[in-house]
Structures are given as C-alpha cells and as structure tokens.
C-alpha cells in the first residue's frame, strides 16, 4: 500500500467547544424541557463521530438512518435515540428492538408491521400528528385511533405525541399548529414533543417535554437576528489560496467570462470549488459571495468552478499564495462568517451548505 495523504489545501473543522456552547444556550431559552440533538444526514454534514463530545450533554440524539442510531450505539452512547422517520420497512424494527431506539409512528403500516413485529422488550413509539404541515403524520381525524391501536399493542411500551411546524420561522408562526396539537391530543397520556430550532428559539411560550434542535447546535445564524442568541459556527470551511494573478481593467475572470474587472485587480485563486460542495450559485449573486482571507472581509469573484474559486485581494495587499479563506465559520483572528450569508447570496438556506460539504474535503475536530 502507498501511504498517501492528499495535500490539496482545503478542510472542514469541526469546533467541540462552539457545540458545547450551542447546546447551553439553547438550554437557557427553552427551560426544564428535554433536549433532543438532531445529528440526522450525518449531524447536518458535520459527521456524528465528529460532533459526538461535543453534545453528548444533550439528553437524546435523534437520527433518521439506521447506520447513525448504530454509530452512536458504538460511541457508547445508551441515553435515548429517537429515530424521526421511525422503520421504513418492517425489518427496521429489528433494530429498534437491538438498539433499543424509539421510532415515530406515521403510517397505519408502520402500526401493521410493529403488531407482526416479534420482540421481549416492547418499544416506545412517537405519534406523529400532522397538524397542518400535511407532509407526514396522521390527521386530527385519525389520530386518536391510532393512538388507541398503538397502546393496545403488546410490542409497545409508551405512546408519546409529536408534531412539526411548517412556520416556526416565518411571519405565519405557530399558534394555529399548536391548536390542533393540542385538541388532538388533549387527555391522552404521554409524552409531548413539538418544537425544532426555530420553534423552541423563537417561540419559548411553547412548552413541551422535549425540544428537537437541529441547525441551532451547529451554529446557524438565521434564528440569532431575532434574539441575538450568540451562536457559534461549529463548522469551519477553509481551504487556502494557491495561486495569484494580477489583472487590468477589461480583463475577465473565470469560464463565461462573468465578471469584468473594471479596474487594476489582484485575483487570488483558491482550493475550493462546488465539487466541494461550495455552492455554485453563489457566482449569480452580483457582488459574489462574502468569504474571509487571513480574517478580512472579501468576496468571490466570476464562476466558481469545479475545484477552484476566485476571490478578490485587491484591497488586501498582505495577502497571497498561502493565505487562509474562511468559506464560512471561525478565521483564525476570531472574524466569524456565518454559513447563512453564504446560502443567502446562493439562494439557498445554511442547511444545504452544511449538508453538502463533499466526501474529499478532510475534517479534524478541534477539542476546544
Ligand atoms: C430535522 C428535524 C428537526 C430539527 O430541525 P432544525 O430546524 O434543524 O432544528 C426537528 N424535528 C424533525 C421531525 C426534523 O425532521
């Protein structure tokens, strides 16, 4: 075997102590509630061995695939893990009863195949209400005999009751989905879930017995402007300038010739492209994309291609081959770019970015 270890300069690090952080917060605003972290598409990109210390103070994980429930099974984790689809198939019940995971409950098959499922332990299950989303979830109409189904099963232990917001960050909010919840669930017992980032953030009069944060833990700014939370990104995209061109008014930078110098530039040419997962749209934004170089405010210039992006250094004259360009996160001067601002000039949400950083990007975990 050829030991071979890529030196193409760009990497993901995944900051333990912003996580930690993050999940204190989030606990202040919603009080005695429990806290679900949400490590679903492999912790939001971050990768759940990668954020495993960092939010092992939470009080349950919630995953969508197997393989992660299993990942923190073997990280030794045996603290609740709610799995927010629940089975796909009937197989999947299987290893809810070997993991010891408590699965959603969202279709009248998956009550059909827990009734057939065979197991010594019975499973606490979550039922899931839609209550206005009309994504997932039984109606306000079907809900209470689900309910009554569920609880005469011998293979179920506990019916808790859980619904999603549509609106938790937008003008239309969450009161009408609230109602519903509460008519439909009124008098049965159980537990009561309803909230995600957004809700529990934005609308703490909610109570319930347990929160589910996603995309607050890894420190999107979007719920911040309206509380000034104080997260912090617990991702940091860097990748590092390889090239420098100096160019004249006229000239044009990169394929489609996009954007055209209208003075004197310096160009730096840096190791990161959308086959990284840095989204391309942000080339149609006009004034490109933010990013940091050495900690100071720049921006993207022209198309970013495949494996490379330019970004413009013409007020920067310290910086060149070598220098540091923070894509989103934490610069090394304490300068933060939050992912948001990069998905805004993209048109699209932190989500998607953080979500989308590619398998060839390495990542290291910074402990504090
Ligand atoms: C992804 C997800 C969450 C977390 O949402 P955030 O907006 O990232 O906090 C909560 N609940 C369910 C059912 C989800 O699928």
Redesign the pocket.
């Known amino acids: 075997m050829v030991d071979l270890n890529n030196s193409r300069p760009i990497r993901a690090t995944i900051h333990t102590e912003a996580l930690r952080h993050n999940l204190g917060r989030i606990r202040l605003a919603v009080g005695d509630a429990k806290l ?1 972290a ?1 490590v ?2 492999n912790a ?1 990109g971050h990768g759940i061995a990668n954020v495993f210390e960092g939010l092992r103070g939470a009080d349950g994980f ?1 995953c ?1 695939d197997l393989t992660e429930a299993h990942t923190l099974r073997s990280m030794g984790w045996r603290g609740p893990i709610l799995m ?2 629940g089975a796909f198939n009937a197989r999947d019940l299987e290893w809810c009863s070997r993991l010891n995971l408590w699965h ?1 409950i969202h279709t009248e098959q998956q009550i059909d195949w827990l009734a057939a499922h065979k197991t010594n332990e019975p499973q606490r299950v979550f039922l ?1 209400l839609n209550s206005g989303m009309n994504r ?1 979830g039984f109606t306000p109409e079907r809900y209470r005999a689900a309910y009554a189904r569920l609880s005469a099963l011998s293979q179920v232990d506990e019916v808790s009751h ?1 619904t ?1 917001f549509s609106d ?2 937008t003008a239309k909010g969450v009161a009408a989905q609230c109602q519903v919840f509460q008519s439909a669930t009124q008098d049965l017992d159980g537990e009561r ?1 309803v ?6 953030l934005l609308h703490p009069e909610v109570q319930t017995d347990w929160v ?7 420190g ?1 700014e979007y719920v911040n402007p309206h509380f000034d939370f104080a997260l912090q990104p617990a991702m940091t995209l860097e990748a590092n300038i390889v090239s420098v061109q100096d160019v004249s008014a006229d000239a044009s930078i990169g394929y489609g010739s996009c954007f055209i110098a209208s003075h004197t530039m310096r160009i730096g040419t840096v190791a990161c492209g959308y086959a990284d997962g840095y989204p391309r749209h942000a080339s149609s934004a006009s004034h490109g994309a933010p990013v940091l170089v050495d900690g100071e405010a720049s921006r993207t210039l022209g198309r970013i291609s495949m494996d490379m992006l330019c970004v413009d250094l013409t007020h920067l004259p310290q910086a060149g081959i070598g220098s540091t360009v923070t894509l989103w996160g934490r610069a090394k001067n304490g300068a933060i770019l939050f992912v948001d601002d990069v998905a805004s000039a993209a048109g699209t949400i932190g ?1 998607e970015l953080l979500c989308a950083v590619a398998a060839r990007v390495s990542f290291a975990v910074e402990e504090d």
């Open positions: 679900w949400v679903k598409a939001y919630a969508l927010l689809e959603v899931k997932l859980l999603h938790a960050d879930t909230s995600n980032s957004a809700g529990a589910r944060a996603g995309i607050a833990l890894y999107s989500y």
